[in-house]
């Protein structure tokens, strides 16, 4: 007997998928470093879009600050745009130290490998 979850449908052209994403050949046994794999990747192109960003806000900022004309709610505003980005940028990076820290201190220094914390507990 099936249940109406395990039975087998047909869901048509509209409904592909976005592919095999390269696990054709993979074992189930693989998933938790697969996800620390998809963990890092995500984190890192965080961190480059926030770097990125910096960039952008910096160059925003010095603009600013040499288009001000001495007026001075102008080089304020400036001086706050430099400032929000590198402090934004500080913390993106501080982030995975502070995540480290955190589980240092709660005992659970494994936090930022999901896999090996996984491959630990006992089924």
Do not use: C, H
């Not at 095999?20 to 995500?42: D, I, M, R, Y």
């Amino acid at each position: 007997m099936k249940l109406l979850t395990q039975a087998s449908q047909n869901l048509g052209p509209p409904l592909r998928g976005i592919g095999p994403l390269g696990l054709q050949n993979q074992s189930p046994a693989n998933a938790p470093s697969l996800f620390n794999k998809v963990l890092s990747t995500t984190i890192g192109l965080m961190t480059v879009v926030a770097a990125i960003f910096f960039t952008f806000q910096i160059i925003a900022g010095a603009i600013s600050w040499m288009s001000a004309g001495g007026d001075k709610g102008a080089i304020e505003d400036a001086r706050k745009r430099i400032t929000n980005g590198i402090v934004g940028l500080v913390i993106v990076i501080a982030a995975v130290f502070i995540a480290q820290l955190i589980g240092y201190l709660i005992g659970f220094d494994i936090i930022l490998n999901p896999a090996q914390f996984i491959n630990s507990v006992n089924l």
